[in-house]
């Protein structure tokens, strides 16, 4: 496969499937009042109530990968639960990649070697090492908590000005989330010692142990961030939303960017959203031309 080929599957990938921050957790700030984790989980999902089947925007990409940096233009169309398509468009401005995601497949097509990928998603895993996920995707374009349940516990915090819900796993976890991470971010924090870190790895696997967290305006009761740590899979994911527009587009965010980690790779992407809209129906195109090959 090709470097190009690779790295446009890649940028598909980590749009879709969501690595820690360097940034440390900022000091709490004690004039935000307590809130208990059943009230915030009952505002943030008040403010997120709206639904929306259709969404389609413009987008500036930035992909970092460890060996190779690239920036373009793409165009985003979804349709809730059904499909996500993306059209990759260089400085030029000439279509070289176009890209079908569905709950269960990838599709992808490299107009510039005249080469595709069709496969379901275990098999993208396998192709590019990053699996790709519809659900997150989508839920990451409008700005969602992914994966809160109003059904599960949940620790409530306070840091730099925001509510943190954070899930209610043991604290062991919670550090071994921290320590598995590229960059920890709990302050003044002693990592684990190896064998121990080994040992609560084990005992997560037993658990299928994930950990969540959220960050919540607590003014709006909009997420801001969402990390996620399977310490099973060792693997992390880090969503920012780092701005939202006004209320003609709902305050979906305009500028999101997304971390992913693992034992050995480390990715991340930037998006800059403009012309957002959730009117429908939209068009997703995806015909394979027959001079087309697969990738090697």
Known sequence: MNAPSKVMALAALLFAAGCKSSKPIPIL???LPPRSQEKLVERVQAAHADSFRYYSAKAAVEINLPDDHKSFKAQIRSVSDSAAWISLVPALGIEVARILLTPDSFKLMDKVHDQYFVGDTTAAKIKFG??????????????????????????????????????????????????ISPGDTLAHDR????????????????????????????????????????????????????????????????????????????????????????????????????????MP
Do not use: C
């Not at 990592?191 to 997560?204: H, I, S, V, Y």
């Not at 930037?270 to 995806?286: A, H, K, Y």
């Not at 015909?287 to 090959?293: C, G, L, Q, S, V």
């Open 130 to 179: 990053l699996q790709p996920s519809l659900s997150l995707f989508q839920q990451a374009l409008l700005g969602r908590p992914i994966g809160l349940d109003p059904n599960e516990k949940y620790r409530s915090d306070r840091e730099d000005g925001q509510y943190v819900l954070t899930s209610k796993e043991k604290r062991r976890f919670i550090r071994a989330a921290e320590d």
């Open 29 to 31: 700030r004690p004039e």
């Open 191 to 294: 990592d684990m010692k190896e064998r121990r870190l080994e040992r609560t790895l084990r005992k997560a696997e037993e658990k299928e142990a994930i950990v969540l967290r959220y960050w919540i305006d607590p003014e709006s009761y909009l997420v801001s961030r969402v990390q996620i740590a399977d310490l099973v899979r060792d693997q992390t994911a880090d969503v920012r939303y780092e701005e939202r527009g006004g209320a003609d587009i709902h305050h979906l965010p305009t500028r999101i960017h997304i971390s992913l980690g693992d034992a050995v790779r480390q990715a991340s992407g930037l998006m800059e959203l403009s012309r957002i809209e959730v009117t429908g129906p939209l068009q997703m195109n995806f015909r394979i031309p027959e001079k087309f090959t697969p």
